[in-house]
């Protein structure tokens, strides 16, 4: 039986991606394998642009749940809320951190018993488990991607020295650009547009939930 430590959980539409616009609950666990998320340690880690808190339990609808029946009930009940009339078509997009260090097939079974699609967003460095309706993988440079099949693969550009071409041969129906989320934001949507126009087997997928103001 696991303990699942969750930053936070919350309802909102998915903003990034093929699923953007989506009514989804949001399920961010806690930790990574690529940052501590202490700002002191980011010079030195793995991954270096990450623009999330995932430290600790103590977000929104974050905590310890004690085994997978729990937390799916909770991602249940959070979908469930304002419906008068609880229908099919839950959706969770599971998170991190990175969600491969805690998400299990205790967890997979558990939501799926509750009807509720499962999508994964995760950096690829350790293998999926199985049962993930939508896995989507997002790669950083410099890391080894064991990860290399899905349904989506998401690159935050400009990272210098990604070989997207190799990244071309991997198993995934979609392969997006995205723009990285820094304070050259301007030049790197001017640089993710060039390089869909010139590779149009990317194409371009914007954090349409920063400028709608949702989570
Ligand atoms: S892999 Fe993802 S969650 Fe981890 S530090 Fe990088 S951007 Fe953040």
New binding site residues.
């Given amino acids: 039986m696991s303990v699942y430590a969750v930053k936070e959980m919350f309802l909102t539409l998915q903003g990034e991606g093929l699923q953007a616009g989506r009514r989804a609950v949001f399920l961010r666990f806690a930790g990574?394998n690529?940052?501590s998320g202490r700002e002191q340690d980011r010079a030195d880690?793995a991954?270096t642009?990450?623009?999330?808190d995932?430290v600790g339990t103590n977000g929104d609808g974050g905590g310890k749940f004690a085994d997978a029946a729990a937390l799916a009930d909770a991602v249940r009940a959070m979908w469930d809320t304002w419906m008068e009339d609880p229908v099919d078509g839950a959706f969770v997009v599971i998170t991190?951190?990175?969600p491969m260090l805690q998400l299990d097939t205790a967890l997979i079974d558990a939501l799926h018993a509750r009807r509720i699609e499962i999508a994964v967003e995760s950096?690829g460095t350790l293998p999926a488990v199985p049962g993930i309706d939508w896995l989507c993988i997002?790669p950083?440079q410099g890391t080894e991607i064991v990860q290399r099949s899905g349904d989506e693969l998401k690159l935050v550009w400009p990272q210098p020295g990604s070989d997207y071409a190799a990244m071309e041969q991997w198993d995934f129906t979609h392969r997006l650009i995205q723009p990285m989320d820094n304070a050259s934001q301007r030049d790197n949507i001017a640089a993710a547009i060039k390089f869909v126009i010139l590779h149009p087997k990317w194409r371009l997928s914007t954090q349409v939930h920063k400028s709608l103001g949702l989570r």
């Fill in positions: 990574c690529l940052w880690a991954c642009f990450c623009d999330t995932f991190g951190g990175e950096n997002s950083k």
